[in-house]
């Protein structure tokens, strides 16, 4: 049996539709696909979890469809599971992590593709805990945190006139680098320290701090052109204080990979990284924002299974 979580409203929409056309494939009901369509923010998780707890001995994966802000709170759902495989079926409107996966196939070549020929990879993500866990607990990201103006772009995209507003447009694809523009204008260096495999680094203040599992980031930017999803450290790219002017420059050079050529900024490797601050710091995880004081991010040590085209 596969269970198929749905977001609806994923890629302005693109996930329903493509949902239809997968319940009609034969092989949907051949192999016994049962679906739950989420209805608010935090529903994946709790279906993910609930549904590999009842069925994880029959379950042959979990199949996700929709963005990788659904991707991300399934991943999470199944934290204490992590044997069950997960299908992703990307239909948002930023895919970074079907492009850090190397995914070629799409809709329902790749539904076919996951249940007539699955092939298991043991993929290791990142662990972060924030404000030593007393609030969140230990949790996982696929694509990346980052504090700073990562977080402020975030928050700036996830407001909901705004989201509305690229709907309406079809422009959800310039989603990040439409926020990315908005907020250039108010970008402010943040203070820090920053640990990389427990060694205190010396530097103390930077637009953003960004820690990565693979490349791409905002819907296709190669942020972080060395990272690779299978590498056994985490890519952390510090963008040092820098005019508004060279910031723009830099996020118009991310599209060739060329910002890593910039002097202000710096590409390490590490597996465990440690960032805190006096004063609240904006972060986003996988797409999701919110601010934290000090946050603790490791290479996972458990993998997640994950299927591949
Ligand atoms: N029925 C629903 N109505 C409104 N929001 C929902 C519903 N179900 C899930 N959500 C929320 O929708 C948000 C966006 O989902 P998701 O990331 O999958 O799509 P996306 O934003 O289009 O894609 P991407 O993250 O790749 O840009 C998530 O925060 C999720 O929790």
Redesign the pocket.
Known sequence: MYIMIV??????GK?MSLFRRIQKEPLYKKENCRSF????????ERLALQVTKIHHESLKGIIVL??????H?VVNGIINYSETPVCFI?A?????FARGMSLKKRGLKLFRSYVRNPKKSKVYLANYSLNNRKKHGRRTFMNSIGFGLDGVVVAAANQQKYRSWTKRLHI?KL?YPLALLRSISKAQPIQFELSLDGKQMNIHKAMMVTITNHPYYG?GMKIAPKANINSKGLSILVVKPISKKKLLAMFISVFFGLHTKMKEVEEWKASSVHISSGQPLPFQVD??NGSCCDCSIKKAETSTTFYLD
Do not use: K
């Open positions: 977001n609806p409203v994923a890629g302005n996930a369509l989420t209805e608010e923010t935090g529903h994946a929709g963005g990788d802000g659904t991707l709170e990307p948002g409107s930023g895919n970074d959800t989603t819907g797409g999701q």
